[in-house]
């Protein structure tokens, strides 16, 4: 009697507690929708990543076909909450200003999908593969972080001087994240600065004609003068650069005007200077003015002036002295001048008393 009256119970509390056969098959059904459901969700997504894969490969082999001359820009279209505006206003800047600093050259700007995950080892092998695929001298992709003054970053790989595309040099550009804080002169920022990436003479004034100079310096400033939403390393590479190309520029042609300009942007650089600086920064800070001061005074002569160039520069030379690639070259220098004198001397005693 009490093994029955147990599973009498039993059974009942099963009952009125689990569901029974008709709950049962509609749970299952439910479930089974819910399934079929992700695996539908699953084979969508796999079908979306496919075909942007296929996209990807047909646009990048389409570029490659293209041999139109000049430079070759792919831009892939960028990530992150709100990125799409801001990836038009980046390819209407490089449409716009790109050639201006490229000096004329012409240019193809292709587009491409989207690279995720910044300068990471996995995203800088896809973009090297598509940057091998399309044959492009420079891929540029952007991720928006946020509205700071550095939530638009720019990443990208360039061949720029002939490098092969396993040899492309990985760079970032970090730009406001605010579509408002991008009016302006800062299209023409950030079409320079990937021009810079693009063509690294840039860097180097000496390497063009003073004319050339003239058109870029011009530029500078008045990039310089309307970049207040750029951040400041951004407007410290536009002082500099500009101030590199305006001594060369004034060193030929005596512009009093433009070397006052440098001269006062230099002084106030390094009067701001501190302890966080960089101390590139100023050495080149140092170098413009001492440079400017000595063409200025070319010009107009003034010994107080030519008294501070020399200042200048001889800290540029110190400090120079003290960078562990300058005291490499130098050895290096030092050992090539003993091995000519050498052979030099080797070819004297074998005329004078034979070998």
Not at 34 to 57: P, R
Not at 316 to 335: E, H
């Amino acid at each position: 009697m009490l093994e029955t009256g147990w599973f009498r119970s039993a059974e009942n509390w099963v009952e009125a507690n689990v569901l029974g056969a008709d709950e049962f098959a509609n749970f299952g059904f439910a479930m089974a929708l819910v399934l079929c459901a992700i695996l539908a969700f699953l084979l969508v997504t796999a079908a979306g990543k496919l075909l942007t894969s296929l996209n990807n490969a047909a646009g990048v082999r389409a570029f490659r076909k293209s041999r139109d001359p000049g430079y070759r820009v792919l831009v892939a279209q960028p990530t992150g909450r709100g990125a799409a505006r801001l990836g038009r206003w980046l390819n209407d800047a490089l449409k716009s200003h790109l050639t201006e600093f490229n000096f004329g050259a012409p240019l193809r700007l292709g587009k491409t999908g989207a690279i995720d995950g910044g300068l990471d080892p996995k995203a800088l092998a896809r973009a090297r593969k598509r940057l091998a695929a399309a044959d492009a001298d420079m891929l540029v992709w952007a991720t928006r972080t946020g509205p700071g003054s550095d939530g638009f970053v720019i990443h990208g790989l360039s061949r720029g001087g002939g490098l092969r595309p396993d040899e492309a040099r990985a760079f970032t550009i970090a730009l406001p994240g605010r579509r408002n804080a991008l009016q302006g002169q800062m299209p023409r920022v950030a079409a320079y600065l990937l021009a810079k990436q693009l063509q690294p003479a840039l860097a180097n004034p000496q390497a063009f004609r003073p004319e050339k100079m003239k058109l870029l310096a011009s530029a500078l400033d008045k990039m310089l003068l309307e970049s207040d939403t750029a951040s400041q390393a951004i407007q410290n590479e536009l002082e500099a650069d500009f101030c590199a190309s305006a001594v060369h520029v004034a060193e030929t042609n005596g512009d009093l005007d433009l070397l006052d300009r440098v001269i006062a942007l230099r002084r106030v650089h390094l009067f701001e200077v501190n302890n966080t600086t960089d101390p590139a920064l100023v050495s080149q800070a140092r170098m413009d003015l001492g440079r400017a001061l000595l063409a200025r005074a070319t010009k107009q002569y003034d010994q107080q002036a030519v008294q501070e160039a020399i200042s200048h520069l001889s800290q540029v030379v110190d400090a120079l002295r003290g960078d562990p690639a300058i005291q490499k070259a130098q050895t290096a220098s030092d050992a090539m001048y003993k091995a000519q004198s050498l052979i030099e001397t080797r070819k004297r005693f074998s005329l004078n008393f034979g070998s």
